[in-house]
C-alpha cells in the first residue's frame, strides 16, 4: 500500500499564501517613508496602507493609478469602512488620527494583476505605539516584526483569531496564532481580532516583563 503524506490543512493554507505573496517587499522606514512592492490580483487585495492621490504610487509601478478603482480603510475605532479612493471620505477621516490611517492596512481593487510599488508618505510608529481597539484591526506585516510570532509582538493585546485575504481563490485564510510571521508577506495586510483595547510591543521572557516566581 502507498503511504502517503497528509499535511495539515493550516500548514497548506500557509504554504499558498506565503506563495500568492512572494513579490512582496518593504523597504526604508527608520523616520522615512517605506517603498512597497506589492504583488497584488485582480480583484480585492490588502497591502499596506496607500493614499494615491497623495502621489504615492511610483512611476516604474506596474499598476497604475488609473487601475486603482477603490480603496477602503476599517476603522476599529468607528467600526466601519471609511473610502480612501476614488472619493476620501474627509468627513470621517476628520475624525481619526492620519498617521494610524495611513500606517494600517487597507482594501484595494485593482483592474488587473501586477505589481504596484509605492510609497507609504509616511514612516511607520515604532511598535509599542500602534494601538489596537477591541474587535477587528487591520494590520500592516512591517520588517520589524518578520519571523516573529504574534505572541512576541502583542504587547498588552489578546489576540483571539487572524486571517489573511487570499486575492487568488477570493476568501479569507486562518492565520494560525503560534505561527511565525513569514518574511514573505512583508506589505501585506492581516485583520486581527483583539478582545481588548491595547497596544502592541515585543514581549520579552516569560511573556509579561517580569520575573519567573520564586521557587515553591
Request: glycine share 8%; hydrophobic share 40%.
Amino acid at each position: 500500500m502507498d503511504k502517503k503524506i497528509i499535511l495539515p490543512i493550516t500548514l497548506i493554507v500557509l504554504i499558498g499564501f506565503v506563495i500568492f505573496v512572494s513579490a512582496n517587499s518593504m523597504t526604508g522606514g527608520n523616520d522615512s517613508p517605506y517603498i512597497v512592492e506589492a504583488d497584488v490580483f485582480e480583484g480585492w487585495n490588502i497591502i499596506a496602507g496607500i493614499y494615491p492621490a497623495g502621489g504615492a504610487i511610483l512611476s516604474n509601478s506596474e499598476i497604475k493609478e488609473s487601475d486603482i478603482k477603490a480603496i477602503w480603510y476599517y476603522s476599529p475605532i468607528l467600526k466601519k469602512y471609511v473610502q480612501i479612493h476614488p472619493n476620501l471620505d474627509s468627513d470621517s477621516l476628520g475624525m481619526l488620527d492620519d498617521d494610524v490611517v495611513l500606517t494600517s492596512a487597507m482594501w484595494v481593487y485593482s483592474e488587473k494583476t501586477g505589481i504596484l510599488k509605492y510609497s507609504t508618505l509616511e514612516d511607520y510608529m515604532p511598535l509599542s505605539f500602534r494601538k489596537f481597539s477591541t474587535g477587528w484591526n487591520f494590520f500592516t506585516i512591517t520588517p520589524d516584526i518578520a519571523g516573529k510570532t504574534p505572541s512576541d509582538v502583542k504587547g498588552t493585546c489578546n489576540f483571539e483569531k487572524i486571517y489573511g485575504y487570499d486575492p487568488t481563490i477570493r476568501d479569507w485564510v486562518i492565520f494560525p496564532l503560534d505561527e511565525d510571521f513569514y518574511k514573505d508577506i512583508v506589505g501585506v495586510g492581516l485583520v486581527i481580532k483583539a478582545t481588548n483595547d491595547c497596544t502592541l510591543g515585543l514581549v520579552e521572557g516569560n511573556g509579561n516583563n517580569v520575573p519567573p516566581p520564586i521557587p515553591n
